[in-house]
């Protein structure tokens, strides 16, 4: 019986490292801004209440952030990391894409959004529990993580692509 082989010049996991390793991903306040605090009225968003914007100033989005998982003892930027879900395996079949395929701008963008979904999409499933009875009395709804709406877009993703790493052998 005839068996064909492949033949590699360097070996698989040499191949599979230089492809993975240049990219790097941040996830979270990538662009810290001010955080107004919650004017009196409310509004709609993705699927919910949220309090609208009030004109004073109380921090910035990075320190709102920081004291929000300090306060609650939930990492919501690690915590959706930590067990396999769709959006997970959906970000690792475009991630080979972007790595070992064509159409580099276009699978980067979605390798984004993905990475965005993983940290978001827990916050708006209400994965985390419910706000403290006394929060949601202030807030007048009860959706953890979610006030004004400005943490929840202040969270973004970015892929970077270390050019100086290579292309490993393209």
Known sequence: MKVDSIRLNRPLNEILKSRIHPYSFQVGVLTDSPHRSAGKGKKNFAGGPA??????????????????RNSTGVNYLTQPWKKKNDDAMKLMKNFFKLAFGENKLSHKKRVENLVQAIVRNPILRGTYGRNKKITEKIKGFNRKFIDTSQLFKGIRAKVKINAALGRGGK
Request: aromatic share 0%; net charge positive; proline share 0%.
């Open 51 to 68: 309090r609208t914007l009030g004109r004073k100033i109380n921090g910035t989005l990075a320190t709102v952030s920081k004291d929000v």
